[in-house]
């Protein structure tokens, strides 16, 4: 197969929201010796993309957008372990921390910020659901992040929000790292309430606010 044509195919499994597909077109690259890089931004990151214009054109609901991350996640858990051996796996944007708050459970909407994230160049730390408060301000401060991402499905879980940015004020980090939360109970009203730097109502809008916060340009 043509690099261009796999690269193609790369791009249009994501599309496509196939996830087997996806993994299988990446196991072909490592196997023929293909720039994993280059599948990654000429491939899947390319087909990310386009699933990002196509939902912000309302061609594409929420669905496509999570089959389409799903199909990216599934080519980066083939492709990722291959990089780190080359010592290449490693993300050159801004660091980001990101997470559900403790107490909610609910991570949908969460590892779809963390993918597209990573799929725009940023280095994600995703500590998944259910995070205590200070753990976020602990990794931000080991990592030395630029970006804590926070999010809430939970209306009861939302002051974990406020939690987290007051302990980043008391440990003089916020000065340091800017925070952005989201989740479907989560108003730019809020975030400005309690001191957030950002909002982001979904993954496309969360990938623009966290450019404007870092000054990243993928």
Not at 12 to 26: C, E, F, P, R
Not at 74 to 101: H, N, Q, Y
Not at 189 to 206: L, M, Q, S
Request: proline letters at 3%; a negative charge; hydrophobic letters at 45%.
């Amino acid at each position: 197969m043509e690099i261009k044509e796999l690269f193609r195919k790369q791009a249009q499994s994501v599309l496509d929201g196939d996830a087997k597909a996806a993994a299988a077109l990446a196991g072909d690259a490592v196997g023929a010796g293909v720039d994993l890089k280059a599948c990654i931004d000429e491939g899947y990151v390319a087909g990310i993309h386009e699933v990002g214009r196509l939902w912000e054109e309302g061609e594409y609901f929420l669905p496509d957008l999570m089959q389409g991350a799903d199909a990216m996640k599934a080519a980066m858990d083939v492709i990722r372990p291959e990089l780190l051996k080359t010592g290449k796996g490693a993300a050159s944007g801004p660091k980001v921390v990101i997470g559900t708050i403790e107490g909610d459970i609910h991570d949908i909407g969460k590892t779809l910020v963390s993918t597209f994230l990573e799929a725009n160049g940023f280095s994600v730390i995703d500590l998944g659901r259910d995070v205590a408060v200070e753990k976020f301000a602990d990794t931000a401060a080991a990592e030395e992040a630029k970006l804590v991402c926070l999010s809430a499905l939970l209306t009861t879980t939302m002051p974990g929000h406020a939690k987290v940015i007051e302990i980043l004020k008391e440990r003089g980090l916020k000065s340091m790292v800017s925070v952005l939360v989201g989740g479907a109970p989560v108003t730019a009203g809020f975030a400005d309430e309690i001191g957030a730097d950002g909002f982001a109502p979904n993954a496309v809008e969360a990938v623009a606010v966290a450019r404007r916060l870092t000054g990243f340009e993928s």
